[in-house]
């Protein structure tokens, strides 16, 4: 191979793998507390649909399958998916439009992470109210990629700027290390919680979350989980509030090239705490909508568990 064809091989290569890094989500520590704080709040019809509908290996749990998007998207099988982890807005506008703003790269309507939201939500529902015999969509794939696009939305940096990549493309320094600044939000700054006040323990990080949830959030959590006009599903409150909190907190003082430390970690950490009890309860919410007296309870006995078509 000649040297030029080489680099050309491996610049491929590198843009492959941002492509990758530019789709996922929270990290896999995000997705979990956001699903973990879901399953406290599905209502006993919900839970008994969600864990119909899980796969085996979930083990009932669905927290167990939140980063499966992520972890499968970035399979060949499924890179029409890529798009749908997030939506960007033009350079500098802090503001989100759905007509303007929800395509893929090349422009087809829908394919952005609020389009996804409302699609797996479409076809739950129409399966909890329709006859189950015309048969499909894949609901295990349906519940899986809601519960992780509901997280994903309220991640910050899933709402950005289109020219950086919702931050994919401004690299700068996390404390010491080399990183870019979607990767701080979607894990460094939880990792690094994690690390220095929750001893390395998610479970203990999520029962803070959960006590701040019946403590020092209890007035906010009822609009929280509220959809304007009794709607199933609202994305798009949660992708404005996202874009308005990547202006104000994510971008402000990280420009290419800057060390992010104590200053920027200490003020945002509440933020994204925020963000993922907000993910949480707004999934659970989302899901108790969807399930409320769904007739694939009655019916799902007769599927394949984990595999069921309607
Ligand atoms: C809707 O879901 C189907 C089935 O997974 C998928 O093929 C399609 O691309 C999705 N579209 C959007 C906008 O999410
Ligand atoms: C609730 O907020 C107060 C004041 O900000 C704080 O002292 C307390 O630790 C918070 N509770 C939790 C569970 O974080
Ligand atoms: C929402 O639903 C509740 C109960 O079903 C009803 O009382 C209320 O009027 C509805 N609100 C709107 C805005 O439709
Ligand atoms: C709990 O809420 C307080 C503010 O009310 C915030 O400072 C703190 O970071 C929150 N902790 C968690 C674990 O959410
Ligand atoms: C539905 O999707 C899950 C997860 O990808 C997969 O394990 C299962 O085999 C699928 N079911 C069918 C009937 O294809
Ligand atoms: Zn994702």
Redesign the pocket.
Same mark, same amino acid.
């Given at each position: 191979m000649g040297s030029s064809k080489l680099l050309c091989v491996i610049g491929v290569a590198i843009i492959f793998l941002q492509l990758i890094s530019g789709t996922s989500g929270w990290g896999q520590h995000g997705h979990y507390a956001i699903c973990k704080i879901a399953e406290g709040y599905l209502s006993k019809d919900a839970l008994d649909v969600v864990k119909k509908l899980l796969s085996e290996s979930a083990q009932g749990e669905l927290a167990a399958v939140c980063s499966w998007a992520d972890l499968f998207a970035v399979r060949s099988h499924y890179y029409w998916s890529r798009a749908l982890h997030f939506v960007d807005t033009p350079d500098f506008r802090c503001n989100y439009d759905y007509t303007r703003d929800c395509h893929d790269s090349s422009g087809r309507k829908n394919r952005c992470v609020t389009g996804a939201i409302y699609n797996y939500t479409l076809q739950l529902t129409s399966a909890c109210h329709n006859s189950v015999s015309e048969s499909r969509y894949n609901l295990t794939e349906a519940l899986m990629f809601l519960s992780h696009f509901v997280g994903d939305v309220h991640q910050p940096l899933h709402c950005g700027f289109l020219g950086d990549l919702g931050g994919n493309r401004i690299q700068l320094h996390w404390y010491r290390r080399k990183a870019n600044l979607h990767h701080v939000w979607d894990t460094e700054i939880i990792d690094t919680a994690l690390k220095n006040f929750y001893g390395s323990d998610l479970s203990i990080?999520i029962e803070? &979350?959960r006590k701040?949830i019946t403590e020092?959030?209890s007035n906010d959590v009822e609009s929280w989980e509220e959809c304007e006009g009794n709607r199933t599903v609202c994305p798009n409150p949660y992708a404005s509030e996202s874009v308005s909190l990547a202006c104000k907190y994510a971008y402000k003082n990280a420009t290419p090239g800057s060390v992010l430390g104590d200053d920027y970690f200490l003020s945002r &950490?509440?933020i994204v705490?925020?963000r993922l009890?907000q993910g949480g309860l707004r999934l659970a919410a989302t899901l108790n909508r969807i399930f409320d007296s769904c007739g694939l309870i009655s019916n799902m006995g007769r599927g394949v568990h984990g595999a069921y078509y309607a």
């Open positions: 990080m803070a &979350l701040n020092n959030w &950490l509440p705490q925020r009890a």
